[in-house]
């Protein structure tokens, strides 16, 4: 079993920015892809970004591209993702995800939640308008 721990959520006023973590014990990590998805109350949980082990190749809704940046430093076990000028929309329980293959990942497997197999507990953002 791989746990994996989100934090840095918050309330935050419109146009505000935050920066959440995904950290994990597990060893093999850097080998892994990690996404960030998010879920709002009734309505279907939402693909926001993701990066390979190595952190060169990442992916993004097109709803986040230019807003949210995602990054890992391996050395720290840790994925992040920088959420700028955030607008009430953006309110929702923020998870991270390991991929469930080692290695690469193609755009349309990274937005998907099935190609994850392990998951956070979630981190809940508020943007207050």
């Known amino acids: 079993q791989v746990r994996l721990v989100e934090s840095g959520g918050g309330l935050v006023q419109a146009g505000g920015s935050l920066r959440l973590s995904c950290t994990t014990p597990?060893?093999?990590?850097?080998?892994?892809?990690v996404g960030w998805f998010r879920q709002a109350p009734g309505k279907e949980r939402e693909f926001g970004a993701a990066?390979?082990?190595?952190?060169?190749?990442?992916v993004y809704a097109d709803s986040m591209k230019g807003r949210f940046t995602i990054s890992r430093d391996n050395a720290k076990n840790t994925v992040y993702l920088q959420l700028n000028r955030l607008s009430p929309e953006d309110t929702a329980v923020y998870y991270c995800?390991?991929?469930?293959?080692?290695?690469?990942?193609?755009?349309?497997?990274?937005?998907?939640?099935?190609?994850?197999?392990?998951w956070g507990q979630g981190t809940q953002v508020t943007v207050s308008s």
């Open positions: 990066g390979s082990g190595s952190g060169t190749v990442t």
């Open positions: 995800a390991r991929f469930a293959s080692e290695g690469g990942m193609s755009p349309r497997a990274a937005a998907l939640p099935s190609r994850y197999n392990y």
């Open positions: 597990e060893r093999t990590f850097s080998t892994y892809a």
